[in-house]
């Protein structure tokens, strides 16, 4: 959904996003093909 051509604000807002994620305690890594996928049961719908 952030890729989608009328999402045109969340490069911009993706900064302040990270800075608050990052004071809630959360980390970010890089993913790299040693990265095992998150599979979620039934997908994002079911």
């Given at each position: ?20 994620l ?7 890594g ?17």
């Amino acid at each position: 959904m952030h890729d989608a051509a009328a999402k045109v604000t969340t490069v911009e807002a993706l900064p302040r996003i990270i800075k608050y994620l990052k004071q809630q305690g959360y980390a970010f890594g890089v993913i790299t093909p040693k990265v095992a996928p998150v599979l979620f049961p039934g997908g994002f719908n079911g």
